[in-house]
């Protein structure tokens, strides 16, 4: 892939309950990102956001937030692939970058969850399976979640214990972003003491409901210099995506989503699994995390807990994982979380990450998903050469 | 403009009670187009669409439809800009083909308007407006559509007879148009008595509710051969933006957003007005057709529907325009019609247009428009030279 690079990231804190609109919650990442850069406007703006239509009754975000963000006149549009809509809007922002259109290029997520009843959110996040399939049978996307869960333990024998390690160091990665939405350790314990929500994840498997936006700003790596004495390349930009319901698929405890767009990606970065340096994965659920850890090719079927029980995704061991405390602790502002995960790498490429900082991290990999593994954005960065 | 070319296109009627689900009315188009290119799968998808949050609650198009389209897989969202969704998906799409990182791309729209309540409907389409500032004060769409229409008839001294002229333009076209909405001709007093929605907008200045879907198969010019002998060019594709709200404009009268999108349009495409062969523009409402002749450069302000009245836009004239009946008679299934548009102006331009054939057009262009004048996507075709 020729080259595209990041030179500007921004991020709201993730909140319930910010008060803030969709609006406003972008305008404040995208100022950010765009002052990050050094400028004051851009070509163009890609808006990632799921829900907006259903919760806020609001759609036209491009032409929205180019307006707001001072960038009237813009091509602008929404781009949504459920959870993994701000990961697919960075896909569309790469492309445009590519195909030499647009020089200068702002691509981002946001998502507004709550002040809404969880029956509203619940049936807004149940827009990602196919309505036809199974969207009047009574079942959740965490009842969904669930039957993997419970079908990824049986079958390779792995107990509820081994998965929790997974928040556990989310939640704990997360006490040194102030921008995550919950700042509280948690134990293995803790995990499965807490609530049941769809047997067997309980409510510390789960990822919140929260407010968020983020943004990046992408331009040509040949001229990113312009901009930053740090640009962070995007070595590769890949979307796989699979059947939408579980039911269709032949096995429910993989993602063939996931494991194509990493392949591609992998391919087109010229980087092996042992190359990556810091890694963020989609893990809305515990066993999401774990399950991506294997998909992406750094453990086995059925092997990935151990790497999360073991300190291997500790920020100081092998492979540093959601280092600013992933879905479950950083927070999963569903439309946002894609563009999140992209806005982090780029901080611990250019060796920004503050308290999250991981030394020397020269590639990283971001994993999106929306639906049950439906829509899979893949990113590997790269620390730009000089 | 690096070259892309249309070389397959599929349109399913547009109809109010399909009954057709929105997978359903893509697959159709879809297979389509996929056939007319004579293919059995694509690289990947780029799904145009509006309402479905909202009104069918399904959101995921993307890896939907690539999956009922036998594509399950192939990178794929939903892009959404207002009532141009269609049309930039269409731009998604050729960014994607510029890009070089995916050769065969389909792109289109879909939309499910009928069986839903009217004012089901009307809310679903001021979602297009910012809700925050006029969400909540009692106008509708097609109420701040009717103030454009009174301050362009009183600025300009333009009687209602003269701007009714289009809708007749249309309704006379669409009866060569078997996949038209409506198939009954109409008069300048037909409008004129016809049941007033939002005055002085009457029941035949406004495009219906229906159900449609219309897809396009994009690849590079230069393999453009090896799928048909009538491939089209995409010499321009362009977006503009503008403030949503109409009080944020110093003039309704005329779209900036149209204006910068089509002058950016013609310098890319190397085209002026006068080289156009076939027109299709986004009249939504009476109003807006006569408005676009005259932001797209056909005439100068005030006289737009001077071309609508005197035979000058009709099949036979010198701008034959929205020639397989526009959005007032093929239909305007919102998210859709950019799609239809393209799909039209691709069978003139390859010869293929059946009764609605303009001879010997080698020159298109399609100017679609989302909320009021806000996301307005202008394309250039070309027929390719062999």
Redesign the interface.
């Known amino acids: 892939?020729?080259g595209v690079a990041i030179v500007g990231v921004g991020m709201t804190p993730v909140t319930s309950g910010s008060g803030k609109?969709l609006?406003e919650l972008f305008v404040e990442a995208g100022t950010q990102a765009i002052e990050d850069a050094g400028i004051d406007r851009v070509d163009?703006l890609y808006v990632g956001n799921?829900?907006?239509?259903?919760l806020?009754?609001?759609?036209?975000?491009?032409?929205?937030m180019?307006?707001a963000l001072g960038n009237?006149?813009?091509?602008?549009?929404?781009?949504?692939?459920?959870c993994a809509?701000g990961g697919?809007a960075a896909?569309?922002g790469?492309?445009?970058v590519?195909?030499?259109?647009e020089g200068v290029v702002l691509v981002g997520g946001v998502e507004k969850m709550s002040g809404y009843t969880t029956p509203e959110v619940t049936?807004g996040l149940?827009?990602?399976?196919?309505?036809?399939r199974v969207?009047g049978t009574g079942v959740t996307f965490v009842g969904l979640n669930a039957m993997i869960a419970r079908e990824y333990m049986h079958r390779y024998k792995v107990p509820h214990e081994a998965i929790a390690a997974f928040p556990v160091l989310c939640h704990e990665n997360a006490l040194d972003n102030p921008k995550a939405q919950f700042h509280k350790k948690i134990t293995v314990e803790d995990v499965l003491k807490s609530p049941l929500v769809a047997d067997p994840l309980r409510l510390f498997d789960c990822s919140g409901i929260g407010d968020g936006a983020a943004a990046l700003v992408l331009t040509s790596l040949k001229n990113a210099r312009k901009f930053t004495d740090t640009p962070v390349e995007i070595a590769a930009s890949?979307?796989?995506?699979?059947?939408?319901t579980l039911y269709?698929r032949p096995d429910i405890t993989t993602f063939?989503?996931s494991r194509?767009a990493v392949a591609e990606a992998y391919q087109r970065a010229r980087v092996k699994p042992e190359d990556v340096d810091v890694l963020e994965v989609h893990d809305a659920f515990s066993v999401l995390g774990i399950m991506a850890l294997e998909d992406l090719g750094f453990a086995s079927k059925g092997s990935g807990s151990s790497l999360a029980k073991d300190g291997v995704c500790a920020r100081d061991g092998r492979l540093p994982t959601n280092t600013f405390g992933g879905l479950k602790a950083r927070g999963h502002p569903v439309g946002a979380s894609g563009a999140y995960q992209l806005a982090e790498l780029a901080l611990q490429l250019s060796n920004r990450a503050g308290k999250c900082q991981v030394p020397n991290a020269e590639v990283g990999l971001a994993q999106s998903v929306?639906?049950i593994g439906?829509?899979v954005p893949v990113h590997i960065l790269k620390r730009a050469g000089s």
């Open positions: 892939m020729r609109s609006t163009s799921m829900m907006s239509g259903f806020q009754n609001q759609e036209h975000l491009g032409a929205l180019a307006t009237e006149g813009v091509p602008s549009y929404k781009v949504e692939g459920a809509s697919v896909n569309a790469v492309k445009a590519l195909s030499g259109l049936a149940m827009m990602a399976e196919d309505k036809a969207g890949t979307v796989g995506t699979d059947r939408v269709q063939e989503a194509k929306g639906g439906t829509t």
